[in-house]
């Protein structure tokens, strides 16, 4: 990735109104390509691992950068960072991978964020009933090596309703999402090999992405590759 595509997030920070952003909209197209090139090579590494990324394309997976005011105290018009989802809601999928693009604050997860309720709740019956296969998948070296648990954000102070109390995977009931994040440095994003690194850190994700996907395929077989 290019560093012009970071100084041009930091600028926009700066100078967060359509005025400036329609002067240098330029500058903007040229980080907008930049980031959609860097997925392109991302999804094709990935495809090596999770066949599901080759059928992505980089364009559509790279979200807007024009904010949504309508419902929001503010009313700032831009988002002062890039993302891409891949997976994640896009067609069958339920889980997928990220990829936040942001000075200083950039990261990759995966997994399920903010399911809908009867997602949230087929979920939690995949966790209840098969606990010891997704601890597997958790407590495994690789992905220990970059990630430090599953979110908590949001996670209720009781089991939820419909989940016996005493349930072994109880803590894990109480999730509302169910996803991993890790840190990227401005230096690792800009590295030569952050497209493969990123790839290998996405890899140890799978395991769980597939785990949270195995509920909602017609033809359910429990194999998560560890």
Do not use: C
């Amino acid at each position: 990735m290019q560093s012009s595509t970071l100084q041009f997030l930091r600028n926009l920070e700066k100078n967060n109104n359509r005025e400036w952003f329609n002067e240098n909209k330029t500058l903007y197209q040229e980080a907008q390509q930049d980031v959609i090139s860097f997925v392109e090579k991302l999804i094709e590494e990935m495809a090596d691992f999770d066949e599901e990324m080759g059928k992505l394309e980089a364009k559509k997976s790279v979200f807007r950068i024009y904010r949504d005011t309508r419902f929001s105290k503010d009313k700032t018009p831009y988002k002062t960072n890039f993302g891409a989802g891949l997976g994640m809601g896009k067609g069958n999928k339920i889980s997928g991978y990220y990829l936040h693009i942001e000075p200083g604050k950039s990261f990759l997860a995966g997994g399920v964020y903010k399911p809908e309720p009867t997602v949230l709740k087929t979920i939690r019956q995949e966790i209840s009933a098969f606990g010891d296969e997704f601890k597997a998948i958790l407590e495994q070296d690789e992905f220990r090596n970059y990630f430090r648990g599953l979110s908590v954000e949001d996670k209720l102070k009781k089991v939820p309703q419909g989940f016996e109390k005493d349930d072994k995977m109880a803590e894990y009931l109480k999730l509302k999402h169910f996803i991993v994040t890790h840190p990227v440095s401005d230096e690792q994003l800009l590295s030569e090999n952050a497209v493969k690194e990123f790839a290998k850190i996405f890899k140890a994700m799978k395991p769980l992405n597939d785990f949270l996907q195995t509920p909602f395929i017609k033809e359910k077989v429990r194999v998560y590759k560890l």
